[in-house]
T-cell receptor, first 114, second 115 residues
């Protein structure tokens, strides 16, 4: 089946540092999404990317949809303690038979030291 | 996660029992997706339903698992004769229409523990 390779698996950083994480796939996706999950909660959508090459920002977060449609990265600038959590990339499969399910990476666990 | 209600939040079942997980989508949303998350893993798609219809169940195990989304009431994910490997967090997401990832809202999940 389709798989997303997300790296790094975990990051330990100091408050104020910038963070970068990425996802790659052998398959093409028509939409890339980045989610954040906190303990005991469901994923919350951070950024959605719909076009190859698209660069989108949401506050201190910036994400890009790779030109080949097989990769994406997420940057967080000037990290703060509340950025702690697990960040997931997700690719949306091309529309087939009425279903647009998501394929998730395994996540990047971010720890921010004050 | 406001709006998509899942219950119970935590469910403990003995091996061989049945587990019923409920999902009430956001108001006005008629599309429901179920995902499973194993420890230290990402979410994996199980099933996509619209009211009274199963659209895509390609991620559902062939045995013991079933899902429904009746005309009235919540969507139900049912696991019969649970085994230890069924222990996971089960998330439901809803959207107002199928072709719109931006409208995908996840609930807080049900954490199933099989003892």
């Amino acid at each position: 089946g389709q798989q997303l390779n997300q790296s790094p698996q975990s990051m330990f950083i100091q408050e104020g540092e910038d963070v970068s994480m990425n996802c790659t796939s052998s398959s093409i996706f028509n939409t890339w999404l980045w989610y954040k999950q906190e303990p005991g909660e469901g994923p919350v959508l951070l950024i959605a990317l719909y076009k190859a090459g698209e660069l989108t920002s949401n506050g201190r977060l910036t994400a890009q949809f790779g030109i080949t449609r097989k990769d994406s990265f997420l940057n967080i600038s000037a990290s703060i303690p509340s950025d702690v959590g697990i960040y997931f990339c997700a690719g949306q499969t091309p529309y087939q038979g009425g279903s647009e399910k998501l394929v998730f990476g395994k996540g990047t666990k971010l720890t921010v030291n004050p | 996660n406001a709006g998509v209600m899942q219950n119970p939040r935590h469910l403990v079942r003995r091996r061989g029992q049945e587990a019923r997980l409920r999902c009430s989508p956001m108001k006005g949303h008629s599309h429901v997706y179920w995902y499973r998350q194993l420890p230290e893993e990402g979410l994996k798609f199980m099933v996509y339903l619209q009211k009274e219809n199963i659209i895509d169940e390609s991620g559902m195990p062939k045995e013991r698992f079933s899902a429904e989304f009746p005309k009235e009431g919540p969507s139900i994910l049912r696991i019969q004769q649970v085994v230890r490997g069924d222990s996971a967090a089960y998330f439901c997401a809803s959207s107002p229409r199928g072709r719109d990832s931006y409208g995908y809202t996840f609930g807080s999940g049900t954490r199933l523990t099989v003892v």
